[in-house]
């Protein structure tokens, strides 16, 4: 089955790049694939940041819009995503997802990945 | 705040039947599916129930989604201590074009 797995660095400075990628493992997502990344700060709920198309389609959520930017690797067979100008408030579990190949407003997410925590400080 | 509304907290004792409502509006859960996650602690989200109602394999089917016009509940009967989880709700916003979450719901079990 899908399985996903977040790799990046635990600890980025405020104002720099934090920079994820999401490796998809038992599925060749250049069979047609759709995913995303959702995030959650400490002690907080879930948040939408983006989703993408194994075309490079994206939707974005448009709280973050002007500071993510994600793309597809299919010869890795990953995913990546990048958010600009970090501050403190970005700090959380960053998670990957996997969305199943039906139009955006009819899917969900499953699986996750184990996710990742992100902590932005100097 | 998020835009799904769901009761911060619910809680039940074992064998009970519990329900957690979400509430949206009409460019959500009014014109979308509803998707339901469960969040053990200190794990990833796991998707409970897709499509309002539908069940994932594994998923028992103590676990029920229901839709009506611009709100959702999830219902657990025979409550099971290992039920004991965060739960959220989700569905697709089609003036935010992306899926909305609400802002999750801490089950007790007593």
């Known amino acids: 089955q899908v399985q996903l797995q977040e790799s990046g660095p635990g600890l980025v400075k405020p104002s720099e790049t934090l920079s994820l990628t999401c490796a998809v493992s038992g599925y060749s997502i250049t069979s047609g694939y759709f995913g995303g990344w959702i995030r959650q700060p400490p002690g907080k709920g879930l948040e939408w940041i983006g989703i993408?198309?194994?075309?490079?389609?994206?939707y974005y959520n448009p709280s973050l819009k002007s500071r993510v930017t994600m793309s597809v690797d299919t010869s890795k067979n990953q995913f990546s995503l990048n958010l600009t100008s970090v501050a403190a408030a970005d700090t959380a579990v960053y998670y990957c997802?996997?969305?199943?190949?039906?139009?955006?407003?009819?899917?969900?997410?499953?699986?996750w990945g184990q996710g990742t925590l992100v902590t932005v400080s100097s | 705040q998020s835009v799904l509304t769901q009761p911060p907290s619910a809680s039940g004792t074992p064998g009970q039947r519990v329900t957690i409502s979400c509430s949206g509006s009409?460019?959500?859960?009014?014109?979308?599916?509803v998707n339901w996650y469960q969040q053990l602690p200190g794990t990833a989200p796991k998707l409970l129930i897709y499509?309002?109602?539908q069940r994932p394999s594994g998923v028992p089917d103590r676990f029920s989604g229901s839709k009506s016009g611009t709100s959702a509940s999830l219902a657990i009967s025979g409550l099971q201590s290992e039920d004991e989880a965060d739960y959220y709700c989700?569905?697709?916003?089609?003036?935010?074009?992306?899926?909305?979450f609400g802002g999750g719901t801490k089950l007790t079990v007593l």
């Open positions: 009409s460019s959500n859960i009014g014109s979308n599916t």
């Open positions: 989700a569905a697709w916003d089609d003036r935010l074009h992306g899926p909305v």
């Open positions: 499509s309002n109602n």
């Open positions: 997802a996997s969305r199943p190949l039906l139009p955006a407003s009819m899917g969900w997410f499953d699986p």
């Open positions: 993408i198309y194994h075309s490079g389609s994206t």
